[in-house]
């Protein structure tokens, strides 16, 4: 390829060509006009099957008859594809032998691994396992025998004091002292007068009736607003309450307040926006007429005082 080189070269320095010139005359690149006259055959690598149509383009501009170096053009091309297969050859063959040699060294250090880790890992001995085991049944053995001895010791204690009756007192002359059959009727009639409850019975829609409460007692209210924010205030015979604040209360608020008890008084309860309302006397919720529950308009609740219903039916 260099003799080849060589007579284009000579022949375009004879014509006074440029390599510019060829290059606009063939469209060759310059690049590729000096790599043909250098006869650098390697810079063709990738275009080896276009080297005898840039030889042949190039021979056309100078004027040299392409048969005459037709021949020893291809012998060129062959050379250089015998020298580049064998290179490959060569070097595919080196890489081989450095896999193989890679995957030796990987195998046996491998192998070193797993002898470590088999070494590292030996398997427990059995007979202290088993020792283990044993010790720990006995432990939980002891201590659930231990908790069953206690349970049982706690409930033949509480039997014996539960067994224990209780004498009744006696007088200086050891005789039994039994209480009267008056103090007894007294003390019965105390337990159910602090077993009544109130009752709150309906006269009209506005107007209630409390019985079942002594003068004295502790007469408790609390209205909750839950339908709107409203104003409120509670008086006794004609008589606001400082407690609670005749004012305006929020929406989802409470009024609570409490009085002493004296018979035939008189609570009044004035709500500025009655509806959805709810109300409690002494904890116990009372159960409002249905056509003032719904009402968003002012309502006055009135409840008397009736005293004791046994009072009452006397």
Do not use: W
Not at 58 to 82: A, H, P, Q, S, W
Not at 131 to 143: E, N, P, R, S, T
Not at 229 to 251: I, N, R
Request: charged share 30%; glycine share 6%.
């Amino acid at each position: 390829m260099e003799e080849i080189g060589r007579l284009l070269k000579e022949k375009r320095l004879e014509l006074g060509l440029t390599i510019e010139e060829v290059s606009d005359q063939t469209r060759l690149t310059q690049k590729h006009i000096k790599a043909l006259e250098e006869g650098d055959i390697s810079f063709f690598h990738d275009d080896l099957s276009y080297l005898r149509f840039f030889v042949k383009s190039y021979c056309d501009v100078l004027g040299i008859d392409f048969d005459d170096i037709k021949d020893e053009l291809r012998k060129d091309v062959n050379d250089y594809t015998m020298t580049f297969t064998t290179s490959t050859q060569l070097n595919h063959e080196e890489i081989e032998k450095n896999v193989a040699k890679s995957e030796k060294l990987s195998k046996v250090t491998t192998a070193n691994v797993k002898t470590r880790q088999k070494r590292r890992f030996r398997k427990p001995d059995m007979s202290l396992v088993s020792l283990i085991a044993i010790v720990a049944v006995v432990a939980i053995v002891i201590m659930f025998a231990f908790v069953v001895f206690l349970k049982s010791d706690a409930g033949k204690g509480k039997t014996a004091n539960n067994a224990q009756p209780t004498a009744p007192q006696q007088t200086e002359n050891g005789e039994n002292n039994y209480p009267s059959s008056s103090e007894k009727e007294k003390e019965e009639e105390q337990q159910k007068e602090e077993q009544k409850e109130i009752s709150i019975s309906k006269t009209d829609a506005t107007h209630y009736t409390i019985e079942n409460l002594k003068d004295g007692d502790e007469l408790k209210f609390e209205v909750t607003f839950a339908g709107s924010s409203s104003g409120f205030s509670a008086s006794v015979d004609g008589k606001v309450l400082d407690e609670p604040k005749a004012q305006v209360y929020d929406y989802q608020s409470s009024a609570k307040g409490s009085v002493p008890v004296k018979k035939g008084m008189k609570l009044e309860l004035y709500v500025g926006y009655m509806y959805n309302t709810q109300l409690k006397i002494n904890d116990k919720n009372v159960k409002l007429d249905d056509s003032i529950v719904n009402s968003s308009g002012a309502i006055t609740l009135e409840f008397t005082i009736a005293g004791d219903s046994d009072e009452s039916s006397k």
